[in-house]
């Protein structure tokens, strides 16, 4: 539960006060608010466009993050942003510092665009995807999971649609990010999920026990800033997601599963993220799938240093199930 009155930092440094931010966050959720967030490069070429210099909506101040005169909106929601301490000043005009993006009838709140702080928490179709393959991935369960946990959750919606989903599940949302954890436990808040928790961890080190569901979306990229949301180390980006594969598996019940959403630098037609993934399970008495979501994703990087040799970005999932574990 939060704390009246409690506060948070939003990446750029000023508290945000929970409460407030909740009851904003239901009463545009109540005006029919919905915004479906785009990857950062279509954001960029949306918001460069001329009609679009300046938010005259809701959906341009909390969506698309630009900056809007007070006439934009009304009063009453300006005092509600004060009063969350999200209300940015630039001249004579206003910015929001955090953002809200929906799936389905969820609503999230998150870092604004763009998202250049160290401890931004990122939201964006990557997270979407991974909403929906948790989804189909719980259709499985014969049983609901007693205990789930979400590695890396960022802004909670992992965890948060498990614990939606059954009820009677207790689930956890890990992050380094304290930030991160802040908006999960805000956005627990905000769906009317309680039976989720946030903590951190750096991936299972920091929490005890096994677990009937583990899922995770980590960062796969590999990031100059070094960004908690998108640097995932190893050669292409791929260690974070290798680190928490390693760490999961031995934590499964024995019929539990892992699903790990993630990004696999694909060269010269090969996938080496999927062959150190198999050489990993091939010690292990598991089943598993491997399958590709989607061939192509962030090209934009392809022109990197660090993707020189790097033919395609693919988003990739794998299952892995614990029935027959030793």
């Known amino acids: 539960m939060l704390a009246t009155g409690a506060v948070l930092g939003d990446g750029v440094g000023s508290p945000l006060r929970e409460d407030a931010l909740v009851r904003l966050a239901r009463t545009l959720r109540a005006g029919g608010y919905a915004f479906s967030t785009v990857t950062p490069a279509t954001q960029a070429r949306v918001n460069a466009r001329v009609e679009n210099a300046y938010a005259s909506d809701l959906v341009g101040v909390f969506g698309w993050s630009r900056p809007f005169g007070p006439e934009a909106i009304s009063g009453d929601t300006i005092s509600a942003m004060r009063q969350a301490n999200i209300l940015e000043t630039e001249g004579a005009l206003y ?14 709140v998150h870092s604004a665009y763009p998202s250049t702080a160290a401890d931004s928490v990122f939201f964006g179709p990557d997270t979407v995807r991974f909403v929906n393959l948790i989804h189909r991935r719980l259709a499985a369960f014969e049983e609901p999971p007693k205990r789930a946990v979400d590695i890396g959750c960022g802004a909670g919606p992992g965890g948060i649609v498990i614990a939606r989903a ?67 180390g190893g050669n292409y980006g791929e260690g974070l997601s290798l680190g928490v594969l390693k760490q999961a598996v031995p934590r499964l019940s024995a019929n539990g599963a892992l699903i790990l959403y993630t990004g696999s630098a694909i060269r010269d037609g090969r996938d080496d993220f999927k062959t150190a993934c198999l050489d ?22 392809l022109d990197t240093d660090a993707y020189g040799d790097v033919d395609r970005i693919a988003i990739v999932a794998l299952t892995v199930n614990a029935r027959g574990l030793s």
């Open 95 to 108: 910015r929001s510092s955090v953002r809200f993006s929906s799936i389905g009838d969820l609503l999230f």
């Open 280 to 301: 990993f399970l091939g010690k292990c008495n598991t089943t598993f799938s491997y399958e590709e979501l989607d061939p192509d994703v962030f090209g934009e990087e």
């Open 166 to 232: 059954r009820p009677s599940t207790s689930v956890t949302n890990l992050d380094v990010n304290e930030t991160a954890l802040h908006f999960a436990r805000i956005n627990a808040a905000i769906n009317g999920v309680s039976n989720v928790e946030a903590a951190r961890s750096d991936i299972l080190r920091n929490i005890g026990g096994d677990f009937d569901l583990i899922v995770s979306n980590p960062p796969y990229l590999i990031d100059p800033r070094m960004r908690a949301y998108r640097h995932g």
